[in-house]
């Protein structure tokens, strides 16, 4: 009879910080494996403390405090499957990232991550030691290697595991979500199937942490790279592979196999899990919005209701003169479709009285735009006053297009706890509004159907601020801005190619300047998901005070 080894993985979402609830995870995770007679159970990379944690974990306590409830995971799940889970190590004046084997009740082998990546939302150099590659570890009958994410990136972890007798490899991970990004961590995995001719585990985390979304998506890959397992986007879920010992080595049975999001799928999976988590690991239950009869708060509102439920969720309409009778009207519209609760709060009478204040200072002075800011920021007074009072966070609307240049009021509709949408262009967001009306899935706690008024995706954009303004008055038309907004932010292209490409000197000059003097508005914005691999914050890192231009 064959030899068998039944690993349960665990991809699960564990909360920064929580070390004794991250616990109690791993606990009734072993206790499934044991339920299900498996050999051993693995979770993610830094599971015990959550991940990423940045700074934290250079605190003596906290790193106590983990491995502490390390070692009493050991003892409480010692009759039973092996374990293996990510903490912080202390060893000899150096901090690591380590990968603890658990059996019968201590800790049988550690493994240290060597490769430490230090770019995109990346700085471990800044935190952990390089570890020297350590070879692979026996569970029962079975020599496991574990390259610890970034690890795996690379060829030579995985070569010198394979050299060192592994059998399979078993990669845990905290690895970020970007847009395509499975099929980027699929192709670099087949290469070190190929490369070593062994199995491969890759038991990535789920969840929201701050502006980064963990996508789980975990999968098996048998030599050659046939895909044996596959689980699902952005869901916790605990699976079981069996591998078999075969005359070639070992090769893992067919298992769990979930069909993989597309990116339209993805991205608003994402939004919606960011927001629900970063909500519910703050301890926010309820939030409100500005609601303008624009796609942007539309499509906020509809994340928000997918995320935590319409009865949660409070749409604030605040017109001014200049809001036209038509914004309104979709304002409203949006919300009952939603089922989310309506509020409508005229600053006419605030607008007033900061008129009246400011006009023996302003007296002689033409109105600006210096008027249309107060219109904004009175809104984000009257937002945030509610948001203390309800004591629900306020969301706040911007996309990615205009916190790139800038097209939005610094303690005005800028004011906020978390947008969702701070990643996604806008022409992305008609989209993805379209995308919504037309698609439904059990994780989304919203109604399905045309939830986003079609008037709302197919009326020109207008901040009114002002008589009859639009976007495009004071900016590029929107696929041409987005289309040198992707050059410029996520491509670092050259403005003499973006206009050998075909785009006028003019606009790009613009839109270069803008991103520039918006960096300081960037900096104090709330944070958002992040949706691709220049998302601002970590991704992209520029000085606020600037004065270079691309200029031949």
């Known amino acids: 009879m064959a030899t068998r080894f039944r690993l349960t993985l665990a991809q699960l979402n564990p909360t920064v910080g929580a070390i004794a609830a991250n616990g109690d995870l791993a606990r009734d995770a072993w206790k499934t494996a044991k339920a299900a007679g498996a050999d051993m159970v693995a979770l993610t990379e830094m599971f015990i403390t959550g991940y990423q944690i940045q700074d934290l974990v250079q605190r003596p306590r906290f790193i106590e405090d983990a491995i502490a409830a390390i070692d009493a995971l050991a003892v409480d799940c010692a009759d039973g499957p092996a374990m293996g889970i990510g903490g912080p190590l202390f060893k000899a004046g150096r901090l690591y990232n380590a990968y603890f084997i658990l059996q019968g009740g201590q800790i049988t082998a550690t493994v240290l991550k060597h490769h430490l990546p230090n770019d995109s939302v990346f700085d471990e150099k800044r935190l952990y030691s ?70 491969l585990v890759y038991l990535n985390m789920v969840g929201g942490q701050d502006d980064q979304v963990f996508d789980g998506a975990s999968f098996v890959l048998n030599p050659g790279g046939a895909l044996a397992a596959q689980m699902p986007a952005f869901e916790t879920a605990i699976t079981h592979v069996d591998f078999v010992q075969t ?44 609601m303008s009869g624009g796609i942007d708060s539309a499509l906020v509102a509809t994340i928000a209701a997918d995320a935590i439920g319409p009865e949660n969720v409070r749409c604030v309409m605040l017109p001014s003169e200049y809001t036209s009778p038509h914004s309104l009207e979709d304002a409203k519209d949006c919300a009952t479709r939603l089922g989310t609760a309506y509020d409508f709060v ?81 022409t992305r967001v008609f989209e993805t509004c379209r ?5 439904h899935f059990d994780w989304m706690m919203g109604v399905a159907g045309q939830v986003i008024p079609p008037r709302i995706i197919d009326k020109p954009p207008s901040a009114e601020l002002r008589p009859d303004q639009k976007d495009e008055d004071s900016l590029p038309s929107y696929p041409v801005l987005d289309a040198i907004l992707e050059g410029l932010v996520d491509n670092d292209v050259a403005i003499e190619d973006l206009v050998a490409a075909g785009f006028a000197r003019a606009d790009v000059e613009q839109v270069e300047r803008l991103i520039y003097l918006s960096e300081y508005k960037r900096f104090q914005s709330a944070p ?25």
Not at 435 to 439: E, Y
């Open 435 to 439: 995308w919504r009306n037309a698609n």
């Open 346 to 426: 005229s600053i006419a009478a605030g607008r007033a009285a900061i008129t009246d204040t400011l006009a023996p200072l302003f007296d002689g002075l033409a109105a600006d735009i210096t008027e249309e800011n107060i219109q904004s920021r009175l809104r984000g007074i009257l937002l945030m006053a509610m948001s203390n009072k309800f004591g629900a966070m306020l969301l706040t609307t911007g996309n990615k297009s205009e916190v790139a240049v800038g097209y939005c009021t610094i303690y005005g509709d800028m004011a906020g706890g978390y947008n969702p949408i701070k990643d996604l262009y806008k």
């Open 528 to 552: 958002g998901t992040r949706l691709t691999r220049r998302a601002f914050w970590l991704d992209r890192r520029y000085p606020m005070v600037n004065r270079w231009r691309d200029r031949e």
């Open 130 to 199: 390089s570890a020297e590659v350590t070879g692979p570890y026996r569970v029962g009958p079975l020599r496991i290697g574990s390259p610890i994410c970034e690890d795996s990136w690379h060829t030579d972890v995985s070569e010198t595991l394979a050299e060192t007798g592994a059998e399979i490899l078993l990669v845990p991970n905290g690895s970020p979500y970007h847009r395509e990004k499975l099929a980027v961590r699929q192709n670099i995995m087949v290469a070190r199937v190929v490369e070593t001719g062994l199995p």
């Open 247 to 290: 005359p070639d080595g070992w090769r893992a049975d067919p298992g769990m196999m979930v069909k993989q999001p597309d990116t339209w799928q993805a991205d608003y999976h994402a939004m919606v899990l960011s927001l629900r988590d970063y909500l519910g690991k703050t301890g926010f239950k309820r939030v409100l919005l500005g």
